[in-house]
């Protein structure tokens, strides 16, 4: 069972690797949105991270790198850290759980070792969870109270991306695949727990027999004497 456990944690690892790089690398974080006096639906505005997109139709899509970082909103400065960090957990994650695996012989025959290890990239995946899902949130949050803002321009909402709906479930796959890693640990720990005590008893019950059949009788040490 832990083996399978195991097995499913490494494999959405790496749908949440794959998911992170997607959701960090899409344009489509904000997206133009036609309400009001802003009706030209042939005219399409996307707001990424790294680049600006407008789509036209019957025209081929062009997109625009920011001259700058200065000139993003603070949500996206910040989500552009943050989702840079996200991908560096989940691959260190991803690392880090695979030598913990029982198949992995990184840490040889040392259980004690992989129990650690295994734990490490759990609590990794699970700040992978949260590097990733306050980034989008902030996006989030941001677009759908500037969107019902009654002081700003029609022309200057944004609706939510397919960017930010990756982003949230990513996270999710991100959180689930901590949970089975230290489910999974767990499990372990449990086993190496209820191991030892019988090890311990085993030992001493050898002692002991070992100590009684080193232990000569009354009646040999009496006819000794006589």
Not at 10 to 17: A, D, Q, S, V
Not at 55 to 66: A, I, L, S, T, V
Not at 164 to 170: H, I, R, S
């Amino acid at each position: 069972m832990t083996a399978k456990l195991e097995i499913l944690a490494m494999i959405l690892g790496f749908i949440g690797l794959f998911g992170t790089i997607l959701v960090t690398a899409l344009p489509m974080w904000r997206v133009s949105a036609f309400i009001g006096a802003n009706l030209i639906v042939m005219e399409e505005l996307w707001e990424g991270l790294w680049m600006t997109c407008y789509n036209q139709e019957d025209f081929r899509m062009q997109c625009k790198e920011y001259d700058s970082v200065l000139i993003l909103p603070t949500e996206l400065q910040a989500a552009r850290g943050l989702m840079c960090v996200s991908i560096v957990l989940v691959i260190l994650a991803l690392s880090i759980t695979g030598c913990g695996t029982r198949k992995c012989n990184c840490c040889g025959d040392d259980t004690k070792s992989k129990n650690i290890t295994l734990a490490l990239g759990g609590c990794l995946y699970l700040l992978s969870f949260l590097t990733t899902l306050i980034p989008v949130s902030w996006v989030g949050h941001t677009v759908i109270r500037k969107f019902y803002n009654p002081t700003m321009h029609d022309s200057q909402k944004r609706e939510l991306g397919d960017a930010l709906f990756f982003g949230w479930a990513t996270s999710g796959i991100l959180l689930i695949t901590g949970i089975i890693v230290l489910f999974s640990y767990s499990k372990r720990r449990s086993k190496e727990e209820e191991y030892y005590p019988d090890a311990y008893l085993m030992a001493t019950r050898d002692e002991k027999s070992v100590y009684l059949q080193r232990t000569p009788s009354s009646s040999y040490k009496h006819q000794e004497y006589v």
